[in-house]
């Protein structure tokens, strides 16, 4: 056990996983289109349109983030996978039904997908635009981890944007209209699609105040659950099943004090350590301090704690510990170690938060703003996504705590959660608000969003049960800060 043992079997939890990862994916996302189109073969197009764009992304990251110097882990590269099928899919059902709908009026099916082309392009532009901007203010965050995921995620949006709009227009038109088969659209079918949420328009037409309260009152209710969240895992509780690293630091711990597996280290110059070793022993929690190796002009304290590496116990003794070394007269020490690492990370963490969730908002709302033209909209479209994420942190939460048992969140779960989840739950909204304000230009704006909410309901519903889907794959792998984030993006796409 110790640091380097940890590290080696968080290496080994990422060996094979991208393979696993990925094929559960493809599994999770050819299922879903099967049943959303009923057509034995029409799911394929989009599938294997996807599958490329993800491999493209794979490679082109790999050889462009060198060049910025950006480190881009396994849990990036998991992350980006399955953030590329998502948004490409959300793409392509969003793509298709409007596809569907033109070869209902149109003889020829180029001309058809002229016009769904450019009547979804700028809903499709403006969803990869927000959430490429919003994973690139990961780039301002300290954590070089989180640093990989905005930039290997961002590039995969763009990517998957790219799919989109060029390769799988191209496909969907060499296959023909039978490729829809056995629903196959004739010029002057009427469409199947869109009576239950024809029916749920109609409902908040006639009551929309009711609708409204009462929906604002729900996510209330579901957002309490997010009260005394709590935030930082251990070294030891970051694992689904335990590693041997784990098991060596729990036996360790019922010999020894608990923090003998990962010594705080306390640098200082040589004529200050035995001062330094007497001010340590005055710090409670500090079960020893014995002076260690020293060369040149540095010399080495080993201080162990009575805590558990990484938990807030030892974060507790560490910050004393370093205060009161800190204080020994002409010593210049500096405390280092495992357990201070995951300090500085978890410290990293808030500052990040506090960085990035403003900028998200801001980007966010600029978006929408362009898009539609409005101040209001974008206020009330802003709000409906946040409301969504406090609702789904306080489900994931009980969840977390009551059924998975887990007793905290990771440090990274909450900043990117937010992210996935402003950035994505937003694109729901632009398809519904692009395709009113639309049908508005010709009608008022109220039968604009009741055509609107027939046309892309299904649509959306389609879409976000498979992102939701793609999103809960995460639980796959052995690590809690990826089961952590897929549940609550799962939960807060639904």
């Given at each position: 056990t110790g640091g380097p043992a940890i590290i080696t079997d968080l290496t080994k939890v990422f060996e094979g996983a991208d393979t696993t990862l990925l094929a559960a994916t493809a599994l999770v996302v050819a299922v879903l289109l099967l049943i959303t189109y009923r057509s034995p073969w029409l799911w394929l197009v989009p599938l294997v349109v996807v599958g490329v764009a993800e491999q493209v992304t794979t490679k082109l990251v790999a050889l462009i983030a060198p060049q910025f110097?950006?480190?881009?882990?396994?849990?990036?590269?998991?992350?980006t996978s399955v953030?590329?099928?998502g948004a490409a899919t959300d793409y392509a059902l969003l793509l298709i039904a409007r596809y569907r709908e033109r070869l209902r009026q149109e003889d020829s099916r180029f001309h058809g997908m002229q016009i769904a082309l450019r009547r979804t392009s700028e809903a499709i532009l403006a969803s990869a635009a927000t959430v490429t901007l919003a994973l690139l203010t990961l780039l301002l965050a300290q954590q070089e981890s989180l640093r990989g995921i905005g930039f290997s995620s961002a590039v995969g949006v763009v990517v998957a944007a790219v799919f989109g709009l060029f390769v799988?227009?191209?496909a969907m038109v060499v296959f023909g209209r039978g490729l829809f088969w056995p629903f196959v659209p004739r010029v002057g079918d009427q469409p199947r699609e869109g009576r239950f949420w024809g029916r749920i328009g109609e409902l908040v037409q006639r009551r929309p105040n009711i609708v409204g309260v009462g929906a604002t009152l729900v996510l209330v209710v579901m957002a309490l659950g997010s009260i005394g969240v709590s935030v930082g895992l251990s070294q030891n509780e970051q694992f689904r099943v335990k590693p041997e690293a784990v098991l060596g630091s729990e036996t360790l711990a019922s010999a020894f004090p608990a923090g003998s597996s990962a010594p705080a280290v306390v640098l200082t110059n040589p004529a200050s350590v035995d001062a330094v070793v007497t001010a340590a022993k005055t710090v409670p929690g500090v079960v020893s301090a014995t002076p260690g190796q020293s060369a040149g002009e540095v010399a080495q304290v080993d201080v162990i704690l009575s805590a558990e590496p990484g938990s807030e116990e030892s974060y507790t003794e560490l910050r004393a510990l370093r205060e009161t070394v800190a204080g020994v007269p002409g010593a210049d020490a500096v405390v280092g170690g495992d357990t201070a690492t995951r300090l500085d990370g978890?410290?990293?963490?808030?500052?990040?938060a506090k960085v990035v969730i403003p900028i998200v908002l801001?980007?966010?709302f600029t978006v929408l703003v362009l898009l539609l033209r409005s101040f209001l909209a974008p206020v009330l479209l802003v709000a409906t996504v946040l409301g969504t994420f406090f609702a789904a942190l306080g489900v994931s939460w009980w969840i977390c705590q009551h059924v998975l048992g887990y007793p905290a969140l990771d440090n990274s779960v909450l900043l990117l959660s937010f992210l996935f989840l402003v950035a994505l739950g937003v694109d729901y909204n632009i398809f519904l608000a692009t395709r009113a304000r639309e049908e508005a230009l010709t009608s008022t704006t109220r039968d604009g969003m009741l055509v609107a909410l027939k046309a892309t309901g299904g649509v959306i519903t389609s879409a976000g049960i498979l992102l939701a889907a793609v999103f809960a794959v995460l639980g796959v792998l052995p690590l809690i800060a990826l089961a952590q984030v897929g549940l609550i993006v799962c939960v807060g796409v639904l």
């Open positions: 110097g950006i480190v881009v882990g396994p849990e990036a590269a998991g992350i953030l590329v099928f799988l227009p191209a978890r410290d990293a963490a808030l500052r990040d801001v980007i966010v």
